[in-house]
T-cell receptor, first 113, second 119 residues
Framework: AQSVAQPEDQVNVAEGNPLTVKCTYS??????LFWYVQYPNRGLQFLLK??????LVKGSYGFEAEFNKSQTSFHLKKPSALVSDSALYFC???????????FGSGTRLSIRP | DGGITQSPKYLFRKEGQNVTLSCEQN?????MYWYRQDPGQGLRLIYY???????QKGDIAEGYSVSREKKESFPLTVTSAQKNPTAFYLC??????????????????FGPGTRLLVL
């Protein structure tokens, strides 16, 4: 069965510093991996996805994520955090044969000025 | 939030009442989904539909019902059997691909959500 874990409920970073939000997954076969962001009282916004190819995926708002097959991870990163990046971030996974996507429990990112 | 709309933004339910949440998309997506989000928790799948006039239960379907009479519409009814309906409800849609005897979805895109409160 497929699953996804976000080990940190909250991540706190100072503005201008690099940020990392962690995600690990478990699927049979090759994974399809996604990151979404949610601002208060809003729906989820798609940030980026990994299907195949280059392990470093670039997405919206300067975010990127690195696919690591040996560590079954897909961590979200940004070189320099902005206060406006403060939000709830969800990692999601689907294996190539599944008809559903499984979402992680979410990580709240807080960027202090 | 793209081409997916949800209404109303806030909905109040009285004891024993059924209420219906609307979800419409103009993206020509095949599949549509309903999720429930509780404070501090992730998304839980209620129902999904990959094609018109067909839908499947998700992980927490009890107390909910859906219909898919049109490709662009996937309304969710919260019935009186749902004893704890207070939550944020999110609708999503995606393209479906078919190949090798299986169908699978592409990226899901979400609506702005409906917050349901109990009076």
């Amino acid at each position: 069965a497929q699953s996804v874990a976000q080990p940190e409920d909250q991540v706190n970073v100072a503005e201008g510093n690099p940020l990392t939000v962690k995600c690990t997954y478990s699927v049979s076969g090759n994974p399809y991996l996604f990151w979404y962001v949610q601002y208060p009282n809003r729906g989820l916004q798609f940030l980026l996805k990994y299907i195949t190819g280059d392990n470093l995926v670039k997405g919206s708002y300067g975010f990127e994520a690195e696919f690591n097959k040996s560590q079954t991870s897909f961590h979200l990163k940004k070189p320099s955090a902005l206060v406006s990046d403060s939000a709830l971030y969800f990692c999601a996974v689907r294996d190539h044969s599944a008809s559903k996507i499984i979402f992680g429990s979410g990580t709240r990112l807080s960027i202090r000025p | 939030d793209g081409g997916i709309t949800q209404s109303p933004k806030y909905l109040f339910r009285k004891e024993g009442q059924n209420v219906t949440l609307s979800c419409e998309q103009n993206l020509n997506h095949d599949a549509m989904y309903w999720y429930r989000q509780d404070p501090g928790q992730g998304l839980r799948l209620i129902y999904y539909s990959q094609i018109v006039n067909d839908f499947q239960k998700g992980d927490i379907a009890e107390g909910y019902s859906v219909s898919r009479e049109k490709k662009e519409s996937f309304p969710l009814t919260v019935t009186s059997a749902q004893k704890n309906p207070t939550a944020f409800y999110l609708c999503a849609s995606s393209i479906m691909f078919s190949g090798s005897g299986s169908s699978y979805q592409e990226t899901q895109y979400f609506g702005p959500g409906t917050r349901l409160l109990v009076l």
